[in-house]
């Protein structure tokens, strides 16, 4: 079963200070690939050179030490040659693939230092790919700069543009291939007979109001004809851009007693995952035992870290709620 939690081009968000000299800037990006990737577009000048500017600049020099203390210092030059800067500094932490602290100054050609802008990374998994934000704090070392946030949202949507692309190269020339297997079993008890149990998992309506990935997430597409041989496909948009794909064939179906399906989960155009799930339901007193059990393997770096076996739970919950409010009719 799909996590509530799991879900193209993926949309910046900004948090910012109205005023024109801001002193902080928060900017993220979802991003549809493994943490590890994103993270490794921050670790080389080979990386650096290809994203870390906005549009109409380049970077022709990069030098970066990737451990804590190491130089990061980049040179960035407009394309026309008629302005240029030097962005000077270190890697403060480093843990791989979770976060990342940077001390930045910008230094005019002639070696006067503008302003700093103390740079955080954190990348979590979300969705099935990577948010990635980036905060960043500002001190005015040179009254002659000026405005020198002006842009900085705009700058920095451009930037992540490019950072997108630059992960799209990386997995591209390094296609990850692995697979990571789980296995877990949740079991629920329903104040509800198992007919009607059932029904909330095999009736195509009922199924609608509970099978969803809630709060954030649009859904695009769903069909569903539950007998053996039928399939299931539910796709959706998640408020970060993310486009999740949920397909199930169904192997096993047992009025009132058991389902047993198999599912894809594609994130975007990417695999992430291939599971087996049997929804056993025995009757309990007046109600129904439901133990759901799922074997899954993860794909080519995909990190699910619990978050199937979380978000199948809030789904079996999902499923008591709408017993309840069936039952108070």
Not at 28 to 51: G, T
Not at 133 to 149: E, H, I, K, M
Not at 237 to 244: A, D, Q, Y
Request: aromatic residues 10%; contains cysteine.
């Amino acid at each position: 079963m799909a996590t509530a939690t799991e879900t193209s081009k993926a949309t910046t968000k900004t948090q910012a200070s109205a005023a024109a000299d801001r002193e902080s800037l928060t900017v993220s990006r979802a991003f549809n690939a493994p943490r590890d990737l994103v993270f490794q577009a921050w670790s080389a000048a080979e990386h650096l050179k290809h994203w870390f500017c906005p549009q109409g600049f380049t970077i022709p020099e990069c030098e970066v030490e990737f451990r804590p203390g190491g130089k990061f210092d980049l040179w960035m030059r407009s394309l026309d040659g008629n302005y240029s800067h030097w962005i000077r500094g270190h890697y403060v932490e480093i843990i791989p693939h979770s976060r990342l602290v940077l001390d930045m100054t910008v230094v005019t050609e002639a070696g006067v230092a503008l302003f700093n802008a103390n740079t955080s990374v954190t990348f979590e998994t979300v969705c099935g790919g990577t948010e990635m934000s980036v905060t960043q704090r500002y001190t005015a070392l040179d009254p002659s700069a000026g405005n020198f946030t002006r842009g900085a949202e705009e700058g920095w949507a451009q930037t992540l543009d490019r950072l997108e692309k630059e992960v799209a190269r990386i997995a591209a020339a390094t296609p990850a291939r692995s697979v990571a297997h789980g296995v877990f079993t949740i079991e629920r008890t329903y104040d509800a007979s198992p007919e009607l149990v059932f029904r909330a998992l095999s009736d195509p309506v009922a199924k609608a109001q509970w099978f969803n990935g809630g709060p954030g997430y649009t859904e695009v597409k769903r069909t569903m004809d539950v007998r053996p041989g039928g399939r299931e496909h539910l796709q959706g948009r998640w408020e970060n851009g993310l486009v999740s794909t949920f397909d199930a064939v169904y192997f096993d179906v047992i009025p009132n007693e058991r389902l047993v399906y198999s599912y894809e989960m594609h994130m975007g155009e990417r695999k992430i995952s291939v599971s087996l799930a049997t929804f056993e339901l025995k009757r309990a007193g007046q109600g129904t035992r439901l133990v759901m059990t799922e074997q899954g393997a993860f794909l080519d770096g995909y990190d699910d870290a619990g978050s199937r076996e979380h978000g199948s739970g809030l789904l079996l919950d999902a499923i008591g709620e709408w017993l309840k409010a069936m039952t108070k009719r």
